[in-house]
Nanobody, 117 residues
Framework: QVQLVESGGGLVQAGGSLRLSCAASGSIFSFSTMGWYRQAPGKQRELVAAIRSGGSTTYADSVKGRFTISRDNAKNTVYLQMNSLKPEDTAVYYC???????????WGQGTQVTVSS
């Protein structure tokens, strides 16, 4: 069983920055695609960014140029650096792990990000 523990959320003013972290337990981190999703009130959960085991990345159009996803396989941790935050970035952010080649995935408990105008 894999556990994902997110940290780094909080309240920030528009234009500010936050860095989210997600630490994974177990030994499959380096063989997995890591993703950050978010869900705002009344909206569906959406992919924000993902980084594959080989290091390639994907971003939602709404965050391109502002957010950066990275991973440290030695620490079993994925990061989301969020710059130039906007009020519309307000949401609960969830960490996701998908094991490469298997239909197995895990979710973190979520961390709240609130951007005030």
């Amino acid at each position: 069983q894999v556990q994902l523990v997110e940290s780094g959320g909080g309240l920030v003013q528009a234009g500010g920055s936050l860095r989210l972290s997600c630490a994974a337990s177990g030994s499959i981190f380096s063989f997995s695609t890591m993703g950050w999703y978010r869900q705002a009130p009344g909206k569906q959960r959406e992919l924000v960014a993902a980084i594959r085991s080989g290091g390639s990345t994907t971003y939602a159009d709404s965050v391109k140029g502002r957010f950066t996803i990275s991973r440290d396989n030695a620490k079993n941790t994925v990061y989301l650096q969020m710059n130039s935050l906007k009020p519309e970035d307000t949401a609960v952010y969830y960490c996701n792990l998908k094991v490469d080649g298997l239909r197995v995935e895990y979710w973190g408990q979520g961390t709240q990000v609130t951007v005030s105008s």
